[in-house]
């Protein structure tokens, strides 16, 4: 009976893994001669907990429940962060736990609370702790607990904690908390019985957005001969290590598995922000109270940024608003504007994307600004957490900033704090083992295709609301 082993590395992009450093990834390198290996199509947008959601579903954020970091109550108006309580279908630890397959599901984003599983589910980065919350069963606790600092095992830092770090610290508690995940992994693999086993390691994420800039002399904010410049690389290094670690064990164990490596997204330089916000208010689309742009103002005088707010837009004048820290997402008003479909909706719509689209960069630069209305990415775009539209400034070398309080449209800092590097469209992936064919290079997948491949190599029925079709390998 076939086995599946998933080695997550967020945000590894193809043009390093593929290209750049491939020869210094000789497990990786590996993998890719002995079975198939693409660019693997993101979410729209390539956000970290939708994108590894719908690789372990294979379906979008409508039908996941999902949009984004943070739900807003439309009764209160307050947000708050999501957590698995929010998601509404069924991941592929649920469908194979369904079918009395046992899986070990580890640090996979989206999964704070645990909900119980065929097996163990240890939560990833958004957990706050380590405790019956974060793990299941209650036994792998004390396993977590034996490995080192519990406080450093889910995440570097708080959530967006890792910004306010120095570099040297962000990476000693990087390379610690992925010592203790590996050496759980590795312990899960050899003691407990599985079927599926899946890890995130989130560390590569953390240090992308922090490093690009120290390795990559085409950022215009480029350090030369950093001491940092093969830091990044060096980490990619160690995890390929691990890897092979990992897969001696494999070999150890049971020759009936197939190992798939593979990231959510992908990583490109980022060049600076659009105020989002600010642009829709100066087009005449979104309007403030007086109470609201007065604390905007107040804050203003003492340097401070002010984050949107629902309660502070003037509902009955605006048209739109903005939200989204790294790509825009534009809600359009439509209690006053008119429902999704009427003339009045798709003129507004229509004359917003353009303006959007004519936005250049601080020099005047044309951008190669992608705008993605909400029914070419959602199967279903009823609920009020879904943007309209979703906007990738310039392939996503340019982000969005939401927040108020800069004196012109460019901004060198988003919502969450400083980056050198965001999300982009594309991530790796890579799959040898049992069945799986020594193909080699394949054509581009799409992030959906991933779970119903997985039931297919486990001869698991494919359930039929996952409409996406497993990889073709032929």
């Not at 279903?380 to 449209?409: H, I, K, M």
Request: hydrophobic fraction near 40%; glycine fraction near 8%.
């Amino acid at each position: 009976m076939t086995k599946v082993l998933v080695y997550g590395i967020d945000g590894a992009p193809p043009e390093l893994i593929f290209e750049k450093w491939l020869d210094e990834l000789p497990s990786i390198k590996g993998l890719m001669n002995k079975g198939v290996y693409a660019k693997i199509n993101s979410t729209i947008p390539p956000a970290t907990i939708i994108a590894w959601s719908a690789f372990a579903s294979g379906k979008d954020a409508s039908q996941i429940g999902v949009f984004s970091y943070t739900f807003r109550d439309r009764k209160t108006g307050m947000s708050d962060l999501v957590n698995s309580s929010y998601v509404k279908t069924d991941m592929i630890w649920d469908i194979l736990s369904g079918h009395s397959r046992r899986c070990v599901v580890l640090n996979v984003p989206l999964t704070y609370p645990v909900k119980p599983v065929n097996g163990i589910m240890v939560s990833g980065f958004m957990a706050p702790d380590v405790s019956l919350k974060s793990v299941y069963p209650e036994s792998v606790i004390k396993k977590i607990k034996s490995l080192g600092n519990p406080e450093l095992f889910f995440d570097v830092a708080g959530f967006t904690g890792h910004k306010g770090l120095d570099i040297d610290e962000l990476l000693r508690r990087t390379y610690l908390m992925t010592d203790m995940q590996v050496a759980l992994l590795k312990d899960l693999i050899v003691n407990e019985e599985w079927d599926f086993l899946m890890q995130v390691f989130i560390g590569t994420d953390r240090l992308q957005h922090m490093l690009w800039r120290h390795f990559d002399n085409t950022h215009r904010r480029f350090i030369k001969d950093s001491k940092y410049k093969d830091a990044l690389k060096d980490y990619y290094k160690y995890l390929d290590k691990k890897l092979g670690e990992v897969l001696k064990l494999l070999k150890q164990l049971d020759n009936d598995i197939v190992v798939i490596v593979s990231s959510d997204h992908g990583m490109v330089k980022q060049e600076g922000k659009i105020n989002i916000n600010d642009w829709l208010m100066n087009k005449g689309y979104l309007v403030l109270t007086d109470e609201f742009r007065k604390e905007i103002e107040d804050n203003n005088k003492q340097g401070k940024r002010t984050k949107i707010k629902y309660e502070g837009i003037d509902l009955d004048k605006s048209a739109a608003y903005g939200a989204g820290a790294y790509n825009a997402r534009i809600f359009i008003n439509k209690g006053k504007v008119g429902q999704a479909g009427t003339k009045e909706y798709e003129d507004v719509r229509k004359k917003i994307i353009k303006g959007l689209k004519q936005i250049t960069d601080d020099k005047g630069k044309k951008l190669k600004t992608e705008v993605f209305k909400a029914e070419d990415i959602y199967a279903d775009t009823s609920s009020p957490e879904c943007p309209d539209l979703t906007v990738y400034f310039d392939e996503l070398r340019w982000a969005s900033n939401p927040d108020f309080g800069v004196q012109e449209l460019y901004s060198w800092q988003t919502a969450v704090g400083a980056d050198s590097a965001g999300h982009s469209k594309q991530g790796s992936f890579v799959m040898a083992g049992l069945g799986v064919k020594a193909k080699g290079k394949i054509k581009d997948i799409d992030i959906y295709q991933v779970a119903p491949t997985i039931l297919k190599l486990m001869n698991i029925p494919v359930p039929k609301d996952i409409k996406h079709k497993p990889i073709e390998m032929n």
